[in-house]
């Protein structure tokens, strides 16, 4: 008889298996009365709000709420949804139930999310055929035959991101695909190659003129009376000289990818763990692009079946004024055909490809619609409206650029909204601007800029998911790596900011 055993039966204690059923019992019923208990406070913090009332800095909670959920978590997804529940019970928690469709149905219902879910989708299968094609592998190894350092890859990893300027979806998923045997090879690990990517992606498309970020921004400037009618690409082009950040985190991104600035914080941890043999970190499931099916092909085939549908996907997106989702319909075809007249592929296994790429994406899109439904209800509470007026006080001249600069960050950071903020806050921030006869591209700048840092250090927003996604690490080892080098970039955009406040003003 055990020792175990013993003490059982005569009543001292349990076996330790019992008292590791109870534990596991007992983290999900704490968990489950822990999140009860806080949106229970939610719904009585309703009870504060009469008819006509402001929310003021109650409509801050249910963003704290989904950054601390994150945290402590290390899952967007879930911690989104628990601060979309806390923002519904803060507004009416009578009807919860009916808000929560009602929203769901209104994001559904969006363009915007049409869109990306589209656009990401069919680019998830474009990959995932470029994958099981052979060209991402051929393109692998002609870099590898050129490529004999672990510097040399991180620079071409960042000089790639340069190239495929013309929308951070596109660089975010076809730049990581394309580095990952590379970057595993030199190991690196998977949270630096999400880094390399991303840190490329939103910061770098700001900065160009043709791109799906400056059309939009064009066109939205244009609305908010910035700017009389089609001038709104020409004060968009006298803004990029003041796009602090875009400057900032290419800044940043060099001194990592060449070694001058040091590894520290979460990205160390990181770095150690590849450099003993894993790149890709513990948690992650096997969900990325499937590579079992590869074909292959003699490299220099490989590699024209590779650069070929990228310089149509590219072409087509320009011709048809900056649309990402053309493009990616256009070139899609074109591989089919290509790799068909090949007989590389059949037309049944080009159509499963596809298929599975698009299932690939379905959580990123998942996230990225959540993040939609908590710009929808900070909006109904009012959130960056409160924000503005509160520091309105405190601004000047030359201090406006630096104050909105850090405003607008923090509100796209806790939305993850980088496009859709702008819809609300351009309205105030623009005329703000004219009474103060602020340097209209200097404003311009420091909103762009926030978008830029918004998205690139949100764990939950678009660019952040998807270069994650594609780089095969999930969006908080991402996120948490990669924002103290976001900050970094952040804190050089803001005394950049008040510096040419200053000066300009």
Known sequence: MTDDTMRTESGFSAPDSDLMDATTVRKPLNSILAYGAILAVFAWMSTWQMDGDTYGFLSLLPSLLIVAVAIKTKRPLESIFAGIIAGSLLIDPASIFTSLGDLSMNVVQNETIAWIVLVCGMMGGLINM????????????????????????????????????????????????????????????????????????????????????????????????????????????????????????????????MGYLKDFGPMKKAEERARNGQPIPDGVQNTGFDTSKVRRTSTTVGLLNFLLPMAVLIAASVYYEIDLLLGALVASIFTMVLYFWQRLMSFGEL??????????????????????????????????????????????????????????????????????????????VIPMAQAMDMSMPLTVGALLSASAFGSHACFFSDSTVLSSTGSGCTPMQHGLTQIPYALIGAALAFVSFLVMGFWLA
């Open 130 to 257: 470029l994958e099981r094609g052979g060209s991402v592998l051929s393109f692998g190894e002609m870099l590898a035959k050129r490529i004999k350092t672990k510097r040399g890859t991180m620079l071409t990893t960042s000089a790639l991101g340069l190239a495929v300027f013309i929308d951070d979806y596109l660089n975010s998923l076809a730049v990581s695909a394309s580095m990952k045997n590379l970057t595993d090879r030199f190991k690196i690990s998977r949270e630096k190659l999400a880094f390399l990517v991303d840190s490329t992606a939103a910061p770098v498309c700001i900065l160009v003129p043709i791109s799906t970020w400056a059309v939009y921004f064009g066109a939205l400037l244009e609305e908010n009376g910035a700017v009389a009618d089609g001038q709104g690409m020409s004060l968009y082009i006298e803004s990029i000289p003041y796009m602090a950040y875009g400057w900032a985190a290419l800044i940043v991104v060099w001194l990592v990818a």
């Open 351 to 428: 159509t499963d490809a596809m298929l599975d790429g698009f299932k690939v994406m379905l959580h990123p899109i998942a996230v990225v619609c959540a993040g939609f439904m908590v710009k929808a209800i900070n909006d109904e509470l009012g959130m960056t409206p409160y924000i503005i007026e509160t520091i309105s006080p405190y601004l000047s001249p030359a201090i406006l650029p630096a104050l909105v600069f850090a405003t607008m960050a923090a509100v796209v950071f806790s939305t993850g909204s980088s496009w859709g903020v702008f819809v609300v806050s351009l309205p105030i």
